[in-house]
């Protein structure tokens, strides 16, 4: 098991607003990053530093923290968004790096 | 543009070594991140194995420490991964990746993985 827990499948309608969260103890100290991963790709990162995008990155993605939660929104989901999503940040002891165990969205 | 590329044999045997290499090109190696090695098994999610700086201090997954070592090479500008005794359980994509720091560690740059299957 993880020690940042995601919900395994989110499911949204095309054009509508979805969150994608993560729960841990070590978010009430430390942010977490998102990442997107298609089918056979290497991640790509979405969301750092809390609420910061890399280039190339959709104003539609956003990120926020609120004390054990850090959370992933798609404002207006679009088809390409259809992706597993995951969250990173530290392990409880803060020493060492973990994975969330990644949510599977789904765009009808 | 720095880019990342993957690189060892996709076959070891069990009880075997797996041995990568994660070659840095248009960058050097030799700054203020960490180059680190994610491993996905099939349909599954991502596992952090280990950091290394360009110094060569190291940072383990504790459930892989026993096992793992990695090293970094600045003159070839790359950096590499060992996981002894391997099982099937480590049959999985490996991606290099580099872990840099804004108000906190993110990865910014991915190389786009290799597959390792161990089997006899």
């Known amino acids: 098991s993880s020690e940042l827990t995601q919900d395994p499948t989110v499911s949204v309608a095309l054009g509508q607003t979805v969150k994608i969260t993560c729960q841990g103890d070590?978010?009430?100290?430390?942010?977490a990053s998102w990442y997107q991963q298609r089918p056979g790709q290497a991640p790509v990162l979405v969301i750092y530093?809390?609420?910061s995008r890399p280039s190339g990155i959709p104003d539609r993605f956003s990120g926020a923290n609120s004390g054990n939660t850090a959370s992933l929104t798609i404002t207006g989901a679009q088809a390409e968004d259809e992706a597993d999503y995951y969250c990173f940040s530290r392990d409880t002891s803060g020493n060492h790096w973990v994975f969330g165990g990644g949510t599977k969205l789904t765009v009808l | 543009q720095v880019e990342l590329q993957e690189s060892g044999p996709g076959l070891v045997k069990p009880s075997g070594t797996l041995s990568l290499t994660c070659a840095v090109s248009?960058?050097?190696?030799?700054?203020?991140?960490?180059w680190t090695w994610v491993r996905q098994s099939p349909g599954k999610g991502l596992e952090w194995i280990g950091d290394?700086?360009?110094?060569?201090?190291?940072n383990y997954n504790p459930s892989l420490r026993s096992r793992v070592t990695m090293s970094v090479d600045t003159s070839k500008n790359h950096f590499s991964l060992n996981l002894y005794s391997v099982t099937a359980a480590d049959t999985a994509v490996y991606f290099c990746?580099?872990?840099?720091?804004?108000?906190?560690?993110?990865?910014?740059?991915w190389g786009p993985g290799t597959l390792v299957t161990v089997s006899s």
């Open positions: 070590s978010l009430r100290s430390y942010y």
């Open positions: 530093d809390k609420n």
């Open positions: 990746t580099r872990r840099t720091y804004g108000d906190d560690w993110y990865f910014d740059l």
């Open positions: 248009g960058g050097s190696i030799s700054l203020n991140n960490w």
């Open positions: 290394i700086s360009h110094t060569g201090n190291t």
